[in-house]
Nanobody, 130 residues
Framework: QVQLVESGGGSVQTGGSLRLSCAASGYTYSSNCMGWFRQAPGKEREGVAAIDTRGGLTYYADSVEGRFAVSQDRAKNTVYLQMNNLEPEDTAMYYC???????????????????????WGQGTQVTVSS
């Protein structure tokens, strides 16, 4: 059983940066992947980025490639999402999720399929104003 708590959200101007954190507690050995997802009002939840917590491979949605970076601190059982050059389109509630990958994903689409994730945090709001 894993519990996840996100933090670091806030309001920034276009072009600004934020770093989100996801602290994990409990039994983490059953999970080998941590994903970041977001959902804006009236829109479907979408995958943003993921990291294989065992091997360190990272995956990014096309919309954030080159602007966002996901990383982990194994000693702190924490994953991060560094968000740079933020745009109004990035405004959403951001969630982290823990899941299990049985094979190495070939791309971000494969790594961010929601059915792979069974534990979710409560979310942290990110608002980007123009």
């Amino acid at each position: 059983q894993v519990q996840l708590v996100e933090s670091g959200g806030g309001s920034v101007q276009t072009g600004g940066s934020l770093r989100l954190s996801c602290a994990a507690s409990g039994y983490t050995y059953s999970s080998n992947c941590m994903g970041w997802f977001r959902q804006a009002p009236g829109k479907e939840r979408e995958g943003v980025a993921a990291i294989d917590t065992r091997g360190g491979l990272t995956y990014y949605a096309d919309s954030v490639e080159g602007r966002f970076a996901v990383s982990q601190d194994r000693a702190k059982n924490t994953v991060y999402l560094q968000m740079n050059n933020l745009e109004p389109e990035d405004t959403a509630m951001y969630y982290c999720a823990a899941g299990v990958l049985f094979i190495t994903p070939r791309d971000a689409l494969s790594a961010l399929r929601e059915h792979l994730y069974n534990t979710w945090g409560q979310g942290t709001q990110v608002t980007v104003s123009s």
